[in-house]
């Protein structure tokens, strides 16, 4: 079982983590179990498991992370978010994630919503400086947005502020969904130029149907590639055939990216651990 920062893998191998959402309002768990049991079938170096829209999975979060850590033998990230996030709740959730024995935290601001409130954390270095003080021994991962956030005026002026969380002691980034590898690449370069070394994961998301990425894009603001709407324009009535060059698309995406040196590939796998476990198989090496 790995007990180390996230950003120590980096070192040895192009790293593959997997993105697990806690059980929603009208969720199982048995189906986050069922997803993590097939997720642990491919061995992924680490799973993260997201934090609810309004920063209101707070709980479930910890203990999907204690399932997937104690059930499956899973290194195990957890995201916090700024929103309704106070100092006390963070260092109290910090505690229990610690005896639970998870020592690595994607701090973001959080997706903002009509109930989002904040109290001591308005952006995600805020966090990501209050956990580093107070945890010093806890890995530290942070968000990137290879097309640029969708609030930033630029994208130059969003890795200038992405700079902040680097200087809070960030060491690892994730960068949001695309399906355009040039402009991760050009994102790449721009980062290095301006210092930012750390390794930076890309954020793939197979597209499984039409309106669940019509829904992703509009919320994040990634492109769609000509080539990518052909395919849903060809196949989104048909739910099979879209899920099936939805994950075509994906692996070659991954491969295009593993060919030009990306650090590692995060997978956003919307629980579909069949489908994680379909794209790991085709692309790792
Ligand atoms: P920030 O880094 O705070 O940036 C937000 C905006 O403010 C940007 O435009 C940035 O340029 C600007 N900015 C940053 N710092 C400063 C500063 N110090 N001063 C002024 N401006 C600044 N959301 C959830 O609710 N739950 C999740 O579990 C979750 N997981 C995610 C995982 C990944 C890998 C990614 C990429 C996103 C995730 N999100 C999640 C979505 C995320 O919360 C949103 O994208 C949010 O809008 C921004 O989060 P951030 O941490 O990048 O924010």
């Known amino acids: 079982m790995l007990t180390m920062r996230t950003s120590e893998l980096f070192k040895k191998k192009t790293v593959f983590s997997v993105e697990v959402f806690p059980p929603k309002k009208t969720g199982t768990m ?3 179990i069922r997803a993590l049991r097939i997720i642990s079938g491919i061995s992924p170096d680490f799973v993260s498991i997201t934090c609810g829209a309004g920063g209101s999975g707070g709980s479930s979060t910890s203990d999907v992370c204690s399932v997937a850590k104690d059930a499956f033998d899973l290194e195990t990230v957890a995201h916090f978010t700024c929103v309704n996030m106070t100092a006390e709740k ?3 959730e910090l505690e229990i994630l610690s005896r639970k024995g998870i020592s690595n935290i994607l701090a973001l601001r959080g997706d903002i919503t009509d ?4 109290y001591d954390f308005m952006h995600a270095d805020e966090l990501a400086a209050f956990v580093r003080a107070e945890r ?3 890995g530290l991962l942070g968000a990137c947005y290879p097309e640029g956030h969708v609030q ?6 969003d890795i200038d502020n992405l700079r902040f969380k680097i200087d809070a002691g960030v060491d690892h980034l994730i960068s949001q969904l695309f399906f355009d590898n040039a402009k991760f690449f050009s994102f790449m370069d721009k980062l290095r130029a301006k210092g930012i070394t750390v390794p930076v994961e890309a954020g793939i998301m197979p597209v499984l149907n039409a309106s669940q990425i019509k829904r992703m894009v509009s919320m994040c603001g990634s492109s769609i590639p000509y080539e990518l709407a052909r395919l849903i324009s ?3 009535e048909n739910a099979a055939d879209m899920e099936k060059a939805g994950i075509d698309y994906a692996c070659a ?5 593993l060919a030009g040196g990306a650090d590692g590939i995060h997978l956003y796998s919307m629980n579909r651990g069949d489908v994680a476990a379909e794209v790991f ?3 790792r090496r």
């Not at 109930?115 to 904040?118: E, W």
């Open 30 to 32: 048995e189906n986050v």
């Open 90 to 92: 963070c260092r109290e």
């Open 115 to 118: 109930k989002s409130k904040f």
């Open 136 to 138: 010093p021994e806890f």
């Open 152 to 157: 930033a005026p630029s994208i130059d002026a």
């Open 234 to 236: 060809l196949y989104g």
């Open 253 to 257: 995406q991954i491969e295009g990216l």
């Open 281 to 283: 198989g085709r692309v």
